[in-house]
Nanobody
């Protein structure tokens, strides 16, 4: 049973930073792609970034610059560093993982495994 558990969300002031973590368990994740999505109230879930087993990284164009995805395969953990946070970054951030993601790394339907989400609120 694959489980993904996110942590690191919270309330932060504009301009601040956060590092989200997602730890996977339940199997060997060799070859799996892991990704971060976010969903704000009333909006569709959108991909922030994805990272392959071999550390290839992909970012949605609007997310380039302030978001950094990384992973520690020994710990089965993927991270999302968010800098210069803005109120519009307020959302629930979800971790996703799957093996055969291919070129559609940005598409939610490509991922069968999801975490429960961690809330990020950016407000003064």
């Amino acid at each position: 049973q694959v489980q993904l558990v996110e942590s690191g969300g919270g309330l932060v002031q504009p301009g601040g930073s956060l590092r989200l973590s997602c730890t996977a368990s339940g199997r060997t994740f060799s070859g799996w792609t892991m990704a971060w999505f976010r969903q704000a109230p009333g909006k569709e879930r959108e991909c922030v970034a994805a990272i392959t087993w071999s550390d290839g990284t992909y970012y949605t164009d609007s997310m380039k610059g302030r978001f950094t995805i990384s992973r520690d395969n020994a710990k089965n953990t993927v991270y999302l560093q968010i800098d210069s946070l803005k109120p519009e970054d307020t959302a629930t951030y979800y971790c996703a993982a799957d093996r055969l993601v291919g070129s559609s790394w940005y598409a939610p339907f490509r991922y069968n495994y999801w975490g429960q989400g961690t809330q990020v609120t950016v407000s003064s």
